[in-house]
């Protein structure tokens, strides 16, 4: 019941962080939709690690270059999510307020990215491996 429980509570921070972002599009006074491309950034950052865990073959051990080569495109994809409204306020394609929601909207969703991984990648009983 516990995996049921962090599940609705990964599923609505998911919600409330996909909010912050149509918020930035959406709203009148924003009206412009190219922080939707922030979406890409998204799907594309659990990538390197689902590669890195099936090459890697050493479970026991506490390092590995695979895993440590995912962890640092993980985090150049987490960078260029933020960096991606930063640039697109500065060269005044979307407003500031609009850059603000956007980057509220991606601290919300990487947090769940990762309170997923935390969560459900233990691989015990209740895994996301299951799914």
Request: glycine letters at 10%.
């Amino acid at each position: 019941m516990a995996g049921i429980k962090a599940l609705v509570g990964l599923s609505f921070s998911g919600a409330i962080g996909l909010t912050f972002l149509m918020l930035g599009c959406a709203l009148e006074y924003y009206g412009v939709y190219w922080p939707m491309f922030v979406l890409i950034f998204y799907f594309i950052c659990p990538i390197p690690h689902f590669i890195a865990r099936r090459v890697s073959d050493d479970t026991d051990a506490a390092s590995s270059a695979c895993r440590e080569l995912a962890y640092f495109f993980t985090t150049g994809i987490v960078v260029s999510a933020f960096g991606f409204p930063i640039i697109l306020a500065r060269v005044e394609a979307i407003k500031w307020g609009a850059c603000g929601l956007v980057l509220a909207g991606n601290a919300v969703i990487f947090l769940t990215i990762l309170g997923f991984f935390l969560v459900f990648g233990r691989g015990d009983d209740f895994s996301w491996e299951q799914w």
